[in-house]
């Protein structure tokens, strides 16, 4: 099984090396409930509503 959520720049953005994890710029998002909102409200028309 690969490990690359371990490898040492992944754990600068995510220090626990759990995945999933979304940086845009500074911000970084390490819940995927948060991830999908953030997404569907920064490109809504990719999204059905």
Same mark, same amino acid.
């Given at each position: 099984?690969?490990? /690359?959520?371990?490898h040492?720049?992944? &754990?600068?953005?995510?220090l626990a ?9 500074? &911000?970084?998002?390490? /819940?995927?409930?948060?991830?999908? &909102?953030?997404?569907?409200?920064k490109y809504? /028309?990719?999204?059905?509503?």
């Amino acid at each position: 099984m690969a490990v /690359e959520h371990r490898h040492a720049d992944f &754990l600068k953005i995510n220090l626990a090396g759990k995945v999933p994890a979304l940086t845009d710029g500074d &911000l970084i998002l390490m /819940e995927s409930v948060v991830i999908v &909102l953030y997404l569907a409200d920064k490109y809504p /028309e990719h999204w059905f509503r």
